[in-house]
């Protein structure tokens, strides 16, 4: 069983950064595919980036060069940096690990954090 705790939400302006951290609980952390994931008030959980093992990152168009995901491994830990926030950004994030892609291209993952809550306002 794997235990995930985010931190680092909170309210923001326009343009401002945060950076989000996930903390794993155990040993086989350096093996886990991770994902961030985000819900805006009535929309669908989507993703918004991941990361291998080896540290091979993927990221949803709408946040490319502007988010950028990152991991330590001694610190069984991931990030999630967030800069030029914009409004749309408002959601909660979920940290999620122990993930694969399906064959229709959907990122599952085993286990999930409760999430924290990012606004951004205008």
Known sequence: QVQLVESGGGLVQAGGSLRLSCAASG?????????????????????VAAITSGGSTNYVDSVKGRFTISRDNAKNTVYLQM?????????????AAACRFTTLGVLNCDYWGQGTQVTVSS
């Open 27 to 47: 040993r086989t952390f350096r093996n886990y595919y991770m994902g961030w994931f985000c819900q805006a008030p009535g929309k669908q959980r989507e993703l």
């Open 83 to 95: 800069s030029s926030l914009k409004p749309e950004d408002t959601a909660v994030y979920y940290c």
